[in-house]
C-alpha cells in the first residue's frame, strides 16, 4: 500500500511525527495543504519537493532556487495558472515545462497542450510556493521584468530549473530491444552498423479514385450535417455522415472516403482528437481533413489544426455554401500528388540521415530527418529515427517529443515503446514510464514479455 504524504515525508526526516500532527491540526478546515503549511513551518522547500516528487512519481521543482524568463508566460494565461496553480519555467526541448500542485491532473494537462501548442513536461511543487510564486512573476512581468528568481536563487542567476528526482534517484535504464522484435530504428552510436532497408513496412492506404468522389460529413447538428448533404450530393459527391467522433473513426477505418468534413466539438471524440487519430493511423493519414468550428476562431486555432492535428484546412461557421465548396475543390485538388511526392522525398533525407549518424555526424543526421519529417510528418520511423538521434546529442527533451509522436503514429511498436519509456524513466518521470509500460504491455506478443513488464510496472510503482 502506498504511503501517505507525511509517511514519506517522516521517513525521509524531512519532519517529524509531531511536526505532522501539528501541521494537519492547523490545516484542518483551512484549504491549506500539509506540505504547505509544513513549508508556512520553515521546512526546506527543496526537502518537501522531493518527498512529493517520490509521492507524485514524477520530478519535483525547488521554486525558491528556480530562476524563470517571464517571455513563457505568455504561454498560460494568468487567470488558468492562478486557477490551476501552475507556473511555466522553460521550453528546452520544444516542450513546456510546468511547475503544478498536481502533475498528475490530465485535464489541465491537455488544456495547457492545447493552448501552448506544446507537450508539456510537469514537475511537483509545493502549494503554497507555487500560489506564491505565480503571483510574484505574473506581477513582475506587467512590471517589464525580464526574469523572475525564487528567493534562494541569487540575483543575476540566468533561469535555471531546480529539479529533485524522486528518491530513490531513477537508475538510468535502457530497456533492450528483444530479439525478434521489429526494429523501427537504428541506435544512434558511432561504428553502429546501418539497419536493413524497409525495416518498417507501413501500409498506406491510397485515397486516390477514379468517379463520385466520396466525402464524410462529421457533425453533432442533423441540420448542418444535412445542409451540407444536400449540397455535396447535388454537386456530385457521395456523402456518408456521422454524428460522433466515435462513429467517425468507425466509418474511416471502414469506407477509406476522399475527404472528411469534421465539426470540432462532438461528443464521444473531440474532434480535434478524431483528426490527430486519423492523421496517426498509417490507413488514413492521407485522408485529408477540413475542420469545421463555430467556437475555436481565429487564425491561431487554424494554424494548431494544421500544424499540431494535421487538418488540410479549417473553416469557421457559419460559411457560404459557394466559398466552402471551392475550398472542398482545392483541397482535394492539392493532396491528389502530394503524398507519393512526400514520402519519396521523405525516404531520401531518411536514408542520409542514417548514413550521417552511423558516421557519428549526429548534427548533420538531424537536419536530414527533420528534412525528411517536414516531407512526409506522418512517418513514424522518421520521428523515431529522429528521436534516438536527439537522445545521442544529449537533448533528451526533445527526445522524448518526437519518441511521443512516432509512439502515436505506430502505437503497438513494442520497442519503440519501450526506448520512450527508458528515457523518461532516465529523467525522473517514473508516472510517465508506468503509463507507456502499461502501453507496452498490450503490445507485447507473449505471456513472458507482458509478464517481465508487468513486474518493472509493478517495481516503479512500489
Known sequence: MPLTTGELLVRRGVATREQIERAVGEARGSGIKLCSRLHEMGIDEGMLAA?????????????SRCAVDLR???LVPRAVAEQDHMLPLSDEGGRLHLAMANP????????IRFISGLEISAYVCVSRAVEVAVRQAYDAREAGARVWRGAAAGAGLPPVLATVLPAPQAPEVEVPIEEGDEALAVQVVAGA????DGEVHEVVLSVQATGRKRVLVVDDEPEIRLLV???LEKHGYDVTTAADGAEALRLCDELAPDLVLLDAMLPQVHGFEVCRRLKASPRTRQVPVIMMTAIYRGWRFAQEARDIFGAEDYVEKPFRLEDFLRRIEAV?????QKPQAGADRAAVHMR???ELAVANQLAAAQKELEAAIQADPWSAEAHALLARTQKARGDAFAAMTSYER?????PDHLPLLKSLAALYLEKGFRRKASEILERAVGAAQDDASRSALRQRIAELTA
Open 352 to 354: 542520409r540521415g542514417r
Open 406 to 410: 512516432a509512439a502515436e503514429l505506430k
Open 193 to 196: 552498423e546501418a539497419p536493413p
Open 104 to 111: 498528475s491532473d490530465e485535464r489541465v494537462l491537455s488544456e
Open 229 to 231: 448533404q444536400r449540397t
Open 332 to 336: 482535394l485538388q492539392a493532396v491528389e
Open 72 to 74: 513563457l508566460l505568455d
Open 51 to 63: 518527498a512529493l516528487a517520490e509521492r507524485h512519481m514524477a520530478p519535483g521543482i525547488d521554486l
